[in-house]
């Protein structure tokens, strides 16, 4: 009896920590990170290791300020085992990443891996609080995914903005650049600002690329034919010839081209994503220049758009073994406290809808920077994208660079490129068959 009494104990105990034998465990109301979502006791005991993998946009700092410190406060049983290498290298080895942090216009190329299903289930489970979000982030990822599901939840997006060099705008006596410029307006200011002085050239207008300037008409180089269902090339149209004219304008200024540094204070202005921050940073803290930022200039047709939905996004695997737990990192990444610290001290805009998340943006990381012009313009709806897009944009690269060289005009590029794109599209099916 005693031995049998001893056996019991461990099952007895089990009965108490999961609400009672025989009766559905209950759902803990405890606190969530400000997601509002439910944490099960089973789930905030168990001991687990979940292997995380993440792209570009975490540093080891970044990551550890974002996932490792605060899961480790909030879910000591959870185990962050921080991986590196190609995601498909891993999968060969047997060690598939429970948790992805990706790019939101790279998740195509993870269905060809069978890494995506729908998060809802999992969501749901957790009664996570999907109105936080504000919707168009959301439907970005949607319209990627096979079925309208949810494969991912964004954490990190794009912000743009015209960031200007003050110190050049006072030595030439221009005006600073104000909010609600068109480009056309942009570009001349541009103009007066590309010049030489002591010798030195300066560059008035820094555009980054021409894919960055095509943002705010959410073009997709690839689309399906509604007839074939076959993908095919979408460039030779009106929208990318008005780009291509829009990118030739300014890029052909005299002197404005070939691009310059803005952070060596050789550009007086730079119209450039949230990403630049960061050296923007190290060059005022060097004293290289002082920066001053203003609404992105918008197309005549598009006022106060700048570029599409452009997001970094979290997502639990579908081959994972540990989905509660691994959905625990969605949770604690995309809470209420950590994305104010991206917010706050990374600059990071959030997905959020909480304005005081806006309202603090970069407050403790560019000190004495005015950010806010940023938010006079809003996104452009996200669009869909092929696993081909990066294979297209290479060759929409190289086409604009025979315009601005002088060797094809615009119409001509575009129907070499539309041929190009397709050419490149048949090579494809052809491989995978």
């Known amino acids: 009896m005693i031995r049998r009494a001893a056996g019991a104990l461990p099952f007895l105990m089990a009965c108490l920590v999961f609400a009672g034998c025989g009766t559905p465990a209950k759902t803990a109301g405890s606190d969530s990170g400000g997601t509002g979502n439910k944490v099960s006791p089973e789930d905030a005991s168990k001991p687990v290791t979940i292997k995380v993998l993440r792209n570009a946009s975490m540093n080891d700092d970044v990551f550890k300020m974002l996932v490792t410190e605060p899961m480790a406060k909030k879910y000591p049983n959870i185990t962050i085992e921080l991986q590196s290498g190609k995601l498909e290298d891993l ?58 599901g949810l494969d991912a939840l964004p954490y990190y997006v794009q912000i743009n903005g015209l960031f200007y060099n003050k110190d050049l705008f006072d030595k030439f006596g221009v005006p600073y650049p104000r909010d609600g410029l068109t480009w ?75 691009n310059k540094d803005f952070f060596k204070g050789e550009t007086a202005m730079y119209a450039t994503v949230g990403d630049a921050l960061q050296n923007i940073k190290t060059a005022v803290e060097s004293q290289i220049l002082r920066v001053g930022v ?58 959020l809808k909480d304005p005081e998340l806006q309202k603090q943006f970069g407050a403790e990381y560019l000190k004495g920077v005015d950010l806010q012009s940023i938010f006079k313009s809003s996104p452009a709806p996200g669009t869909v994208f092929s696993q081909y897009y990066p294979d297209a944009r290479k060759l929409l690269d190289a086409e604009y660079a025979q315009v601005l060289s002088g060797q094809k005009d615009v119409n001509t590029a575009l129907r070499d490129l539309d041929d190009e794109i397709n050419k490149m599209l048949a090579e494809k099916a052809s491989g995978q068959k």
Request: aromatic residues 8%; hydrophobic residues 35%; glycine residues 4%.
């Open 294 to 351: 203003a609404q992105y200039p918008s197309y005549k047709e598009l006022p106060n758009v700048y570029g599409m939905v452009d997001e970094h996004v979290v997502l639990v695997t579908k081959t994972s073994r540990h989905k509660d737990a691994a959905m625990k990192v969605v949770e604690v990444l995309t809470s209420d406290e950590v994305q104010m610290t991206a917010s706050r001290s990374l600059a990071r805009m959030s997905p």
């Open 91 to 148: 999968i060969a080895a047997g060690e598939t990443p429970d948790v992805l942090t990706w790019v939101h216009n790279s998740l195509p190329s993870l269905k060809n891996l069978d890494m995506l299903e729908d998060m809802t289930p999992l969501l749901k489970k957790d009664q996570y609080d999907l109105g936080r979000f504000k919707p168009i982030y959301l439907d970005a990822i949607r319209v990627n995914s096979v079925d309208g």
């Open 184 to 258: 056309d307006e942009a570009a001349e200011l541009g103009k007066k600002m590309t010049r030489e002085d002591n010798g030195v050239t300066y560059q008035g207008l820094n555009i980054e690329k021409i894919s960055r300037i095509s943002f705010p008409w959410s073009p997709n180089l690839i689309e399906k034919d509604k007839t074939t269902q076959k993908e095919k090339a979408n460039v030779n149209n009106d929208t990318w010839k008005k780009i291509f004219e829009l990118g030739y304008r300014i890029q052909t200024i005299p002197g404005n081209y070939p």
